[in-house]
């Protein structure tokens, strides 16, 4: 681990370590905090247990939440010493009384106030995203979705119709598909392998193939039509019905949404139920809203940061 990105990480921990320790005065039990802990350290009076230093590679972003760390890897150990760092920073500023100051006040109560809010959030996201959530918002999308069909075609692309009808005619004449593309083909994606497309729904490509394709049968050969790449003739490999995501493909998608929605609704209810007046004037066309958690699942390829739709099928490739 990075000396300089460690010594940012005990900073930012300690001033935590220092908020809990100064909002209260009490003492954390030394008592195992999760069934089957087990003390890793001492730092004066205080335990440092297997789950302090969990949390803290999973806060620095070291391992998922969800992913073990063996107390015996090189990784536990580097997080260990950061975390044991944390705590003589920690006990150190109390001992000389700079969380008396004013200033440092404030910013261990804000220090609080987001630790509190995070404990919330991770309280209320446990609540609600669980396996019967999931498992009842993916039914809910296979009824709504309409169900597609899915290609497998090869192609070749052409920068003028005239090359692309010749093509098209050198075609009836018995050359093969695949070597024309390798040798005509200006789409360097696919012209090395013969053109091949794999398997595609329309939606996701250019404008002109959902028409093309829009009667085409397995084996038969349609266009020249045009493209924002060029002309195009295509082969039809195969046709079928689209399968349907499957659950574990769509979880991802799917914990994300309704994260997001448990902390909206969340925020929503909080503000309802108390008085909040901003200050100062909001600058034209600008709104509150929540802000998607920084633990939220990291976004889908084209997915809104601020609000998540729905999660929909993809298609395969």
Do not use: H
Not at 225 to 231: E, I, K, V, Y
Request: aromatic share 4%.
């Amino acid at each position: 681990m990075n000396r300089s990105v460690r010594l940012r990480a005990v900073v930012v921990i300690a001033a935590s370590l220092l908020a809990l320790t100064a909002c209260g005065r009490k003492a954390v039990s030394d008592k195992p905090p999760e069934a089957g802990d087990v003390a890793v350290a001492t730092v004066g009076e205080r335990t440092v247990w297997a789950s302090d230093v969990k949390r803290e590679a999973v806060a620095q972003g070291l391992i998922g939440g969800g992913e073990p760390l063996d107390v015996s890897s090189e990784l536990f150990r580097q997080v260990l010493d950061g975390v044991i760092d944390q705590k003589l920073l920690a006990a150190e500023a109390v001992r000389r009384k700079l969380d008396a100051d004013p200033a440092a006040q404030r910013r261990l109560a804000a220090a609080r106030e987001r630790i509190l809010g995070d404990i919330l959030v991770e309280n209320s996201v446990e609540k609600a995203v669980n396996d019967n959530a999931i498992r009842a918002l993916y039914q809910e999308l296979q009824k709504s979705n309409r169900p597609t069909e899915e290609f497998r075609a090869r192609q070749i692309v052409t920068a003028t119709q005239g090359d692309a009808e010749a093509i098209r005619k050198l075609l009836t004449t018995g050359a093969t598909f695949e070597s024309l593309a390798m040798a005509r083909s200006t789409d360097a994606a696919t012209r090395f392998s013969g053109g091949d497309l794999g398997y595609f729904t329309t939606d996701v490509m250019p404008e002109g193939y959902e028409t093309a394709l829009k009667s085409a049968k397995a084996g038969e050969v349609v266009g020249p039509f045009q493209t924002d790449a060029g002309w195009v003739v295509l082969r039809v490999e195969d046709r079928r019905p689209e399968e349907p995501i499957t659950l574990e493909a769509a979880r991802p998608q799917i914990v994300r949404f309704l994260t997001y929605a448990e902390v909206r609704d969340l925020l929503e209810n909080l503000r309802k139920d108390t008085k909040v007046k901003v200050l100062m004037e909001t600058p034209q066309g600008a709104q509150g809203r929540p802000r998607e958690p920084a633990s939220a699942p990291p976004p889908a390829p084209g997915a809104q940061a601020a609000e998540p739709a729905a999660p929909k099928p993809e298609p395969k490739t």
